[in-house]
């Protein structure tokens, strides 16, 4: 067998020899956040032996199949519950949970708030695609208002769900959001949240063109990618537009980043001072 050469970066962290091909559709923008993942793990020097990927359910929580880092690909919703575990047993391990806004915010979406509220030093990247593209084509907690699912075939009636605001509100205190197509962008916001002590979010809107693009005509993969780019607007220029140029865009941007008392620090001095300090 030919000798795969280590200095390019995903021979180093994939199971290529093992898990390939994947089961991704084309245009999908996992494998984009994947790349991303890998190079900002990479710049950290994180070792593979102190770094955990756990997923749920969905088209992304297919990705600790591939890579080679400690992995756990757990039940519906349940990934950051089975992270905080890993996490509360082995603080000193580096943990990211990959999950979908369908996996992370609807039937996982109380352990997500109590995640964030308890500021456990996990990093919880987010792929948005507003579908619950493998089960199907359901509609899920961000399919935008009037939008066409299966569930929702005469259009979505629920109302936008903002998970950056969500996050915000229950405590984060890393919140970022940006597209796969700014997959630099990408790339930095994941590096600053695995540096980060503390409860991190990533949200990278993707594209879904296999079912979500295709039931809401939105063109193929690239059409959709260019709308990406199109459609998002980086915080610093936000804060410069009136609010009629907002109206449907994508903010893009780091939109907290602050200090809070760690979750398995406080328990550690819990512990110390149980045991009457020693």
Not at 30 to 35: H, P, S
Not at 163 to 192: N, P
Not at 219 to 244: Q, R, Y
Not at 246 to 270: F, V
Request: hydrophobic content about 40%; overall charge positive.
């Amino acid at each position: 067998m030919q000798k795969i050469p280590q200095k390019i970066i995903h021979t180093r962290y994939l199971r290529h020899r093992k898990k390939f091909p994947h089961v991704w559709c084309p245009g999908c923008s996992n494998g984009i956040v994947l790349g991303a993942i890998m190079r900002a793990v990479d710049e950290l020097k994180f070792k593979r032996s102190n770094t955990a990927m756990v997923s749920g359910i969905g088209c992304s929580s297919r990705m600790p199949v591939y890579v080679d880092f400690n992995t756990l690909h757990s039940l519906h919703g349940r990934a950051i519950a089975y992270a905080t575990g890993i996490k509360m047993f082995k603080p000193e391990m580096d943990v990211m949970v990959v999950t979908g806004d369908g996996d992370a915010t609807a039937i996982g979406g109380n352990h997500f708030i109590h995640a964030a509220r308890r500021n456990i030093d996990l990093t919880v990247i987010l792929i948005n695609n507003n579908i619950y593209g493998m089960t199907g084509g359901q509609y899920s907690p961000t399919t935008p208002t009037g939008d066409i699912a299966t569930t929702t075939p005469y259009g979505n009636i629920d109302p936008v769900f903002d998970i950056c605001e969500l996050a915000m509100g229950a405590g984060a205190t890393f919140v970022a959001r940006t597209t796969a197509y700014h997959a630099l962008e990408a790339q930095s916001f994941i590096k600053q949240a695995l540096e980060h002590k503390g409860f991190s979010l990533v949200e990278i809107i993707s594209a879904c063109p296999v079912i979500y693009g295709k039931l809401n005509k939105k063109g193929d993969a690239p059409a959709m990618m260019n709308a990406m780019k199109k459609n998002s607007i980086s915080l610093k220029a936000w804060e410069k537009l009136p609010e009629d140029k907002l109206k449907g865009k994508i903010k893009r941007g780091i939109l907290r980043n602050e200090d809070r008392p760690e979750y398995t620090d406080e328990y550690a001095k819990l512990v110390q001072k149980v045991q009457g300090g020693k």
